[in-house]
């Protein structure tokens, strides 16, 4: 589908004719590839005598355009135009062997994994679906509260995009005026004293009517904060320049402890009233910020808990 995609992506008309000589196929095989355009949720225009048009212009994503915008020459990248998920390939990529620091983006995944089992659909052309593969040869001792970091990394981007008030809800949400643009989803591959990491970002860019109908809590995107939308491909480049930085943080030894202000200053759970759900236990208490682990400090009447990420949900009371 990316093919004729790419042809429409200047949101002009296009006759099948034209489409099928500059794809080397057939009619028939045109509108074949423009049904599967429509079933994947993309609005192609029909006019008899003129020819196919998306509504608006967009801008693929590519290599080419990710190494422009400054995506480092020593990361590998891959771009399957649709796949179920983008951790699930990086992590088969490891598997056979391949290389670290690597990136992983589509256009389309079907089935990406948030925390607590729950499915993150990206849209078509939408949105910023990424995996980023980094290896610490010191073994996962050192990547203590690297998801919390990594969060920073998104909430920095954000702000430099133009969101004046981003905001991180433990233990890997992004927010924006308590509704939620960004999730975070860490894997480990651990081989003996060797860890890979294997970092998932979902980042609603443009979302699609499908993914309002589907989502149950309040969200947002870049879309209705900026006056007008990001290329996608600079926006994750920053990202992979952040989490490059970061992981060579962690690999030197010095953790979360190094950005733990920068956390605390994008807490929106900062010395807030929270109830805490942990399968079917519940707690009530205050949020006092991290610790250099990653753990929620919970003020109780008993004192201070220590929450771990996980199967943990914490709500503003």
Same mark, same amino acid.
């Given at each position: 589908?990316?093919?004729?995609?790419?042809?429409?992506?200047?949101?002009?008309?296009?006759?099948?004719?034209?489409?099928?000589?500059?794809?080397?196929?057939?009619?028939?095989?045109?509108?074949?590839?423009?049904?599967?355009?429509?079933?994947?949720?993309?609005?192609? *225009?029909?006019?008899? #005598?003129?020819?196919?048009?998306?509504?608006?212009?967009?801008?693929? %994503?590519?290599?080419?355009?990710?190494?422009?915008?400054?995506?480092?020459?020593?990361?590998?990248?891959?771009?399957?135009?649709?796949?179920?998920?983008?951790?699930?390939? %990086?992590? /088969?990529?490891?598997?056979? #062997?391949?290389?670290?620091?690597?990136?992983?983006?589509?256009?389309?995944?079907?089935?990406?994994?948030?925390?607590?089992?729950?499915?993150?659909?990206?849209?078509?052309?939408?949105?910023?679906?990424?995996?980023?593969?980094?290896?610490?040869?010191?073994?996962?001792?050192?990547?203590? #509260?690297?998801?919390?970091?990594?969060?920073?990394?998104?909430?920095?981007? %954000?702000?430099?995009?133009?969101?004046?008030?981003? #905001?991180?809800?433990?233990?890997?949400?992004?927010?924006?005026?308590? /509704?939620?643009?960004?999730?975070?989803?860490?894997?480990?591959?651990?081989?003996?004293?060797?860890?890979?990491?294997?970092?998932?970002?979902?980042?609603?860019?443009?979302?699609?009517?499908? /993914?309002?109908?589907?989502?149950?809590?309040?969200?947002?995107?870049?879309?209705?904060?900026?006056?007008?939308?990001?290329?996608?491909?600079?926006?994750?480049?920053?990202?992979?320049?952040?989490?490059?930085?970061?992981?060579?943080?962690?690999?030197?030894?010095?953790?979360?402890?190094?950005?733990?202000?920068?956390?605390?200053?994008?807490?929106?759970?900062?010395?807030?009233?929270?109830?805490?759900?942990?399968?079917?236990?519940?707690?009530?208490?205050?949020?006092?910020?991290?610790?250099?682990?990653?753990? %929620?400090?919970?003020?109780?009447?008993?004192?201070?808990?220590?929450? *771990?990420?996980?199967?943990?949900?914490?709500?503003?009371?």
């Amino acid at each position: 589908m990316r093919d004729v995609l790419a042809l429409l992506s200047d949101s002009k008309f296009h006759s099948g004719e034209e489409l099928g000589e500059a794809l080397g196929i057939t009619r028939a095989a045109v509108w074949k590839r423009l049904k599967k355009l429509d079933a994947a949720g993309i609005t192609v *225009h029909s006019v008899k #005598g003129r020819g196919y048009r998306i509504p608006a212009p967009i801008t693929l %994503l590519s290599e080419a355009r990710l190494r422009a915008a400054g995506v480092a020459s020593n990361i590998g990248i891959d771009v399957p135009f649709d796949t179920p998920s983008t951790n699930d390939i %990086l992590k /088969q990529k490891i598997a056979l #062997g391949s290389s670290l620091p690597a990136l992983v983006v589509t256009e389309h995944q079907t089935q990406g994994k948030g925390r607590r089992g729950r499915v993150w659909e990206s849209g078509v052309a939408k949105n910023i679906t990424m995996s980023f593969g980094w290896k610490f040869d010191q073994g996962p001792s050192v990547i203590e #509260g690297l998801s919390l970091a990594v969060g920073v990394v998104i909430a920095q981007v %954000l702000r430099q995009l133009g969101i004046p008030n981003p #905001g991180l809800k433990w233990p890997n949400d992004i927010h924006i005026d308590g /509704q939620k643009i960004c999730g975070i989803l860490l894997e480990m591959v651990a081989d003996q004293d060797v860890c890979r990491v294997v970092i998932g970002i979902g980042l609603n860019v443009e979302s699609t009517q499908e /993914q309002e109908e589907k989502v149950d809590q309040p969200w947002t995107d870049l879309a209705r904060r900026l006056s007008s939308v990001p290329d996608r491909n600079q926006v994750i480049a920053a990202i992979v320049q952040g989490l490059q930085e970061v992981c060579e943080v962690f690999e030197r030894g010095q953790g979360l402890s190094h950005y733990l202000p920068q956390w605390q200053a994008f807490d929106v759970l900062y010395n807030q009233p929270v109830r805490v759900f942990s399968g079917t236990r519940q707690q009530e208490g205050i949020a006092r910020g991290v610790d250099e682990s990653g753990a %929620l400090r919970l003020e109780t009447e008993s004192g201070i808990e220590l929450l *771990h990420g996980g199967e943990i949900s914490v709500r503003k009371q």
